[in-house]
């Protein structure tokens, strides 16, 4: 992508790639002396036509989009989600890693995405600012390029959408547990606002901001209720006493987002680190055979052994995450 400076606007230039096709893989090589790298936002949809695997891999038509997703292979994208899709707006962002050919389908190919560097936005982000300006640059309300699934963004808007997609939304299931707090007109808020004055970027690769946007979004996503014993206890500040536990954990390129996460209180995100406890694809909480005496067991899980997920499909605990989970740390 080029800066047109007479008129103000990014346009489209042809560019400068050799593509390499090997069986089951296509590798884009470009000018050494052009740094095409660049961002983007792709489309998802909940209906989508094409095959899509959020998280893994993303799918699109090579002759509309190859040269543009190209461009962004080694950088981020921003997840968008119409009305008609789901709705979610901007809800995420991660790295491509590379392209591969569609085996099935030689016109077709994946955008194959870095897992361990998902993190999903702690608030949705509409289309739209509060001036009714679009969050990306020249982007029309209707039709044109609005309709495009793959659509190349600046870093001032990619930082725009970020900022936005981490503002820090005052409510006490996103407090820590622990720490000092100010209070504002409405009862609650964090000492410091966590990403206000950090480089954009820095929070995408910092494990300790990823951590601490992780928690806040699962605490707030199961109402600060341990997901296996519904239990929902709170400090005297009314932040909640819940973990944000990993499901696949991030030695294992687990990602940040809520549906490969859950809430338990201290004991059970011990338990469930080290495959005491486990959960089967019909939601029903497994306990390693005499590991746990009934009686605490009892005590500790929810009378009818079902896992409490929020009410949001999206952020209900993925099957696949929760079968890597049985079939690598659960001790039953």
Known sequence: MEKDERAGRVISRPLQLTILRKPGSLVVIFNSEINFMAKAVFIQSSHSVYDDQ?????????????????QTVGDWVVFYEGRSGGGRGYFGVQRVKSIEDDPSDPTHAYAILDQASQLSFERSVPRLKDNDAPYETGLPKFGGFNTQAVRMISDEDFDAILAAGFAVEPHPDRLPRTGAITRDAEGFAEARATFDHTPRESILVSRKLRDRSFAKQVKFAYGGVC????????????????????????EHNGPDVVHNGMALSGTLHWMFDRGLVGVDDDRRILVASETVASDT?????????????PKAVALQPHR?????????CFKG
């Open 227 to 250: 997901a296996l014993s519904g239990l929902e206890l709170r400090n005297g500040g009314g932040r909640p006493e819940v973990e944000a536990a990993h499901i696949l954990p991030v």
């Open 54 to 70: 959020p998280g893994v891999a993303y799918h699109f038509p090579k002759r509309s989009y190859l040269r543009r997703v190209a």
């Open 297 to 309: 067991l009892s005590r500790l899980l929810v009378p009818d052994r079902k896992l409490i997920v």
């Open 320 to 328: 696949d995450y929760l079968r890597w989970h049985r079939e690598n």
